[in-house]
C-alpha cells in the first residue's frame, strides 16, 4: 500500500480527461493536478521550450509527496520523456502507448488516423509507437493546432459552428484515408469527441489517450500493491498558473462537479 498522491500534469485542461477516468476508477486515490494555463498551448512551441516547460512541471509535482507521475499531456511525451525518467526516481507514465496499443487492437482496415498539435505530430511519436506494434498498419497524421485554444475558450458544444467549421477543414484528408480508428493524440481533444465524431461519422472508432493511460495507470498500481488504504482517501487538489475562475468554470462543467474552492494559483519560474 501506498498513501502518496498520484500527480498528473499538463498544459491545460486536457489532462482533466484522464483525471475524469482516474476519479472513476480509482475514487480512494488522492491525485494532485497541474495545469500549466499560463503557458498553455504547449503544441506549438519549440523542443527545447516544451522541454524547459516540463521540467518545471514535474519539479512542482514532486514537491508535492507523490508516489507516480502521469504526464498527460502527448506533446511532452513526444518529446521530453528522456529527461523526466532520468530525472525522477519514481515510475512516469505518458499517453501514447496505451492508445496505440487500443488503436491497433481496434482496426480491421488496417488504417489509422492520429490527431494532435503540431510538435506531437512532427516527433512522429506515434507512428514510431504504432510501427513497433505492427510494420503493416498504415498511419495517417494531421495536426490541429487550433483544436486546443478551441478547448480552453470552451468552443466545444457539437453545434459550434466556428468548431465545426475548423475540425471539418482539418479532418478532410484523414476522412478520404478512410481510416476506421482515429486516435486522439492530444488529451485537450475528447472535449471536442462530439464535433469530431460528427465529422468522421459513426463508423471510425475514436481513442482517447488520457483514458487508455488511465486503465493502464489504474492496474498497474493495483498490481504492484501501491493503491492507497487511506480512510477516507480521495481527495484531489487543482493547481493552475493563471486565473482560477476559468479553469475552474470550465473543469467544474466538464467533470460535473464544482471544484471551485480546491484550485490554487502558482508560479512555475
Ligand atoms: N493536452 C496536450 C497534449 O496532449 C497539450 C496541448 C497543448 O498545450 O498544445 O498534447
Known sequence: MDNRAIGIFDSGLGGLTMVKKLLELLPNEDLVYLGDTGRVPYGSRSVETIIKYAGQDAEFLALHNIKTMVVACNTVCSVAMDELIYAYDMPIYEVITAPAVAAAKH????????????????????????????????????????????????????????????????????????????????????????????????????????????????????????LSDANPGGGIKYFVTDSIEGFSYRASRFLHSDIGGKVQKVTLE
Open 107 to 226: 482496426t480491421k482496415n488496417g488504417k489509422i488516423g492520429v490527431i494532435g498539435t503540431a510538435a506531437t505530430i512532427r516527433s512522429e511519436a506515434y507512428k514510431s509507437a504504432l510501427t513497433k506494434i505492427s510494420e503493416d498498419l498504415e498511419v495517417y497524421m494531421t495536426a490541429c493546432p487550433l483544436f486546443v485554444p478551441l478547448v480552453e475558450e470552451g468552443f466545444v458544444s457539437a453545434d459550434n459552428e466556428i468548431a465545426v467549421k475548423v475540425a471539418e477543414q482539418y479532418l478532410k484528408t484523414l476522412k478520404e484515408a478512410n481510416i476506421d480508428t482515429l486516435i486522439l493524440g492530444c488529451t485537450h481533444y475528447p472535449l471536442l469527441s462530439d464535433i469530431i465524431s460528427n465529422v468522421m461519422g459513426e463508423t471510425v472508432k475514436l481513442i482517447d489517450s488520457g483514458t487508455e493511460t488511465a486503465q493502464l495507470v489504474a492496474r498497474e498500481l493495483q498490481q504492484q500493491n501501491l
